[in-house]
């Protein structure tokens, strides 16, 4: 047995008064005379045994009636011996323990089930865990950005109370494992996690929890989804615009519209760029109409589901003249066999914006490494008359190529190398070989750390070949940035250099939000073994059943009133 | 509905508002012989002795009315008293009868000295001889029975000059006056009983045994017969030094039964040796008392 306010012990000295004023009792009681005292004698002598046993009596009762108080006041709390009930009750409360709810508020929890969102259920039932929490509990709030939130029970509801739903998907199982992990190192009797979430299979992934002396309590998914769809990728290229659906295997297609507007046009003003027909898991190509040079915003939208979330996903057109290329002898058969596709492509035109090769022009340039090892030197000079900060440095080891705007190039294995040395700070880096520049830029100037043959990199044999030279001509010469996808709220953020808009990044949905197929039990104890799955009202009984103990003082009090109600019937008695 | 000049049948305390113990008495036992329209007591006979000169304040019938048209001069008829009863009272007046449970209640005392006016003026009405024996630790005052004027006078008088005594020894007292009656006669003991009750009821089985009707007047005050006060109270006995610290609410049960079953035994002890009793309270009227005695 424990007490929430011990302190409140100290008054079980009190317990002494009644025994001390019956004992050091100084009152002078007030006096009168009475003649018939001999009867007065006669009757306390046939009652004195009688008396003697109820001041007994009274005094036992008043001393456990102040100590029965005082132990009410210090609100003591009994093991209530497991699970059951809901834990509710007033009486009700629970060894200090530390509890890590996960509250999953990706995007699919915005969709509405039963008329209601299920991220309102998710929520009301968080609100209810955490309510429950003890001033002594340790408590944090996981949300679908994976950040793990230590407050009060307070803080946390407020958290609780402002989530809403988040284009982000939330990985449940490295969740979950990092909330146990935090709960496990408290030094708490109880140790709980509850995981609220729709439990989408795509949320699972590959791993599983699995941390010992942890209560891992899971909401059990909705017995029904409902089928979805969702735009899982737009994108504009060469071919045109290529629309990707994602969301429940199996469901019907479903008409697509793409709009295109301007930047700063109002998106009411879009106009329509092409229609067609999706299912989830297919991927569409639409043509584009002609357009201006320039950077258009375009959106492709779906028909209105239950996860709207999905249901619109923007797109970025970046229409320019193609760049003029002039490319010397040095640079080998593929990539003039790339620039003749280009050229019929109508992706490049002959001319003297660009020129690729060994040496520098006056133009923009994409300079080689020379084939011979003796003219090295001399192109560094040239390098360094020209202000750029890059020049060749010795052969590095083989490796494979890595790029975050260049993604037709990752993975692609080179074989030889110059290592790229900048001679004031690294800034303008493309592409890496083992984590060493290999394809950088420094104002008019494009530096490759390997030609582009065959015998230097596996580059000019794969598929993304005419599409990597058709960067390095139309977009990395120009300087300009590639356009990048990221999941967040749906936008787009333009990257500019000087007044110029050199690239761009689309916000939107993470795809696999769309699916939302709930996990089987099977997947769901292979994720989380030795979870207890349950239903709102299993969850509102287990919630901290290991350590649950009930305040006795009501039923105390009510022990003192039963001793006071006896104490008054002993002292009425015989009057 | 009480007749409101009967003053036998009000309450005692305001009753004794009205004037002193002579007053009080006579209005008494005017309402009470008025109430019962006939001699309470056994009936009496005289025999002439004398005549002597009238004097203003005797009563009329008395007049010798032959003398009075013959010789045209007021004489009144004087009579040997002759009775078949000689009276003697009894009061108890020790310091407990000088007690009152209530500031507005005559103390037991108090109560007693009026009765006995009473009953005395209504006995020597009847020509019966009455005489007075005062006592507490010790007699303090006897006034022969005797039936001539201004005996009851002299009765009220010495109920009024003995002061409140101390302890009580009602035997001592009853010895005496065996002594005193030489006739049998009638002994009316009025006290509160607070005495030792074997004593006194050896000395009035004695009285029995000398031939006297004995009637036993046990006057109490309401207030000792429930015993009632604040939470914890030091009742001292008036005359001893005696004192108990009580609580009367714990004790009031047990004592109610031991004043019940004491005026029981005193019932039940008189009763066995032939003697009359009656509990009377202090806030019984005097009708009501003098009713019991008829």
Redesign the interface.
């Known amino acids: 047995m424990t007490f929430l306010h011990p302190l409140a012990l100290l008054g079980l000295a009190a317990a002494a008064i009644p025994a001390l004023l019956h004992l050091l009792e100084r ?18 002598r ?2 004195a045994r009688r ?1 003697r046993l ?1 001041h007994l009596l009274l005094l036992i009762l008043r001393t456990a009636l102040v100590a029965v108080i005082v132990l009410a006041a210090a609100r003591p709390i009994m093991p209530t011996g497991g699970s059951g009930g809901n834990g509710t009750g007033s009486g009700a409360v629970h060894a200090p323990t530390a509890l890590a709810v996960v509250l999953d508020n990706s995007l699919s929890a915005s969709a509405v089930v039963d008329g209601r969102p299920v991220l309102d259920r998710l929520k009301a039932l968080a609100r209810a865990s955490l309510a429950q929490a003890a001033p002594g509990d340790r408590l944090w709030l996981v949300l679908a950005d994976g950040v793990a939130r230590a407050g009060s029970r307070e803080a946390l509801l407020a958290s609780v109370d402002g989530a809403t739903a988040t284009p982000q998907r939330l990985e449940l199982v490295p969740a979950v494992e990092r909330a146990a992990h935090l709960v496990a190192a408290e030094p708490l009797r109880g140790l709980e996690v509850h995981v609220l979430s729709d439990l989408q299979r795509t949320a699972l992934g590959t791993g599983r929890v699995d941390v010992p002396g942890v209560a891992v309590l899971v909401l059990a998914p909705p017995a029904r989804v409902p089928a979805n769809r969702g735009i899982a990728a737009a994108r504009a290229g060469e071919g045109g615009l290529t629309i990707a659906v994602s969301g429940t295997p199996g469901a019907g297609a479903t008409p697509l519209v793409a709009r295109v507007r301007p930047p700063g046009n109002a998106p009411a003003s879009a106009r329509e760029a092409g229609r067609t027909l999706a299912a989830p898991g297919q991927s569409v190509t639409l043509p584009l109409p002609p357009l201006a040079p320039g950077w258009w915003i375009g959106e492709v939208l779906l028909d209105a589901d239950e996860l709207r979330g999905d249901d619109r996903r923007l797109f970025v057109v970046r229409v320019a003249a193609p760049a003029s290329v002039a490319a010397d002898a040095g640079v080998g058969p593929f990539v003039s066999a790339a620039l003749a596709v280009l050229r019929m492509a109508k992706r490049v035109t002959v001319g003297g914006e660009v020129s690729i090769g060994e040496r520098l022009s006056a133009a923009r340039s994409i300079v080689l490494p020379p084939g011979d090892p003796a003219l090295l030197g001399q192109v560094n000079r040239a390098l360094a008359a020209r202000g750029v900060r890059w020049h060749f440095g010795p052969p590095g080891p083989p490796g494979t190529l890595a790029s975050a705007d260049l993604a037709m190039v990752r993975g692609v294995q080179v074989n030889r190398r110059y290592r790229l040395e900048a001679t004031g700070g690294d800034s303008g880096v493309v592409a890496t070989v083992n984590g060493e520049p290999w394809l950088v830029r420094d104002g008019r100037v494009v530096l490759l750390g390997s030609r582009l043959d065959t015998t230097w990199t596996a580059l000019p044999a794969a598929p993304g070949f005419v599409p990597f030279v058709d960067a390095l001509a139309n977009r990395i010469a120009r300087g300009e940035a590639s356009v990048l996808e990221a999941v967040g709220a749906p936008r787009v953020q333009f990257v500019t250099r000087g007044a110029d808009t050199v690239g761009a990044t689309v916000f939107g949905p993470d795809p696999l939000e769309s699916d939302l197929t709930a996990a089987t039990p099977d997947e769901l104890r292979r994720a989380f073994p030795g979870a207890r799955l349950l239903g709102e009202a299993g969850l509102a009984a287990e919630r901290f059943a290991a350590t649950r103990r009930a305040d006795v003082s009501g039923w105390l009090l009510g022990f003192a009133l039963l001793l006071a109600a006896i104490e008054l019937a002993v002292a009425s008695m ?2 | 509905m009480v007749d409101s000049r009967r003053l036998d049948l009000l309450d005692p305390a305001e009753v004794a508002r009205l004037g002193g113990i002579e007053i009080v008495a006579q209005g008494v036992v005017e309402g009470f012989l008025a109430g019962i329209h006939r001699s309470p007591f056994r009936g009496f006979s005289v025999e002439f002795t004398e005549h002597r000169a009238y004097q203003p304040g005797d009563e009329l019938r008395y007049l010798d009315w032959k003398i009075l048209a013959r010789a045209d001069r007021l004489f009144v008829k004087q009579f040997e008293e002759e009775t078949n009863l000689r009276a003697m009272i009894l009061v108890d007046a020790s310091r407990s009868m000088a007690w009152r449970g209530d500031p507005s209640r005559l103390t037991k005392r108090g109560y007693a000295d009026r009765l006995v006016a009473a009953l005395a003026l209504i006995l020597l009405r009847q020509r019966d001889a009455t005489g007075l024996m005062t006592f507490d630790e010790a007699v303090r005052q006897v006034i022969p029975a005797r039936v001539k004027a201004g005996q009851w006078t002299r009765l009220v008088r010495g109920l009024i000059d003995t002061p409140d005594g101390l302890g009580t020894a009602a035997e001592a007292a009853l010895r005496q006056l065996t002594g005193l009656l030489a006739r049998r006669g009638l002994v009316v003991l009025v006290s509160d009983l607070l005495l030792d009750r074997e004593l006194a009821l050896t000395a009035l089985r004695y009285l029995r045994h000398r031939g006297h009707q004995v009637i036993v007047l046990h006057v109490m005050d309401p207030a000792e017969l429930d015993l009632v006060g604040p939470p914890e109270v030091r009742l001292r006995d008036p005359e001893s030094a005696a004192s108990v610290v009580v609580r009367p609410r714990e004790l009031a049960g047990a004592y109610a039964a031991t004043v019940r079953r004491e005026i029981a035994g005193w019932r039940t002890a008189c009763r066995r040796h032939g003697v009359a009793y009656h509990h009377i309270r202090t806030d019984m009227p005097f009708g009501m008392a003098l009713r019991l005695l008829a």
């Open positions: 009152r002078t009681p007030p006096e009168a005379e009475f003649p018939p005292l001999r009867y007065l004698r006669d009757a306390e046939q009652s008396l109820r015989s009057r």
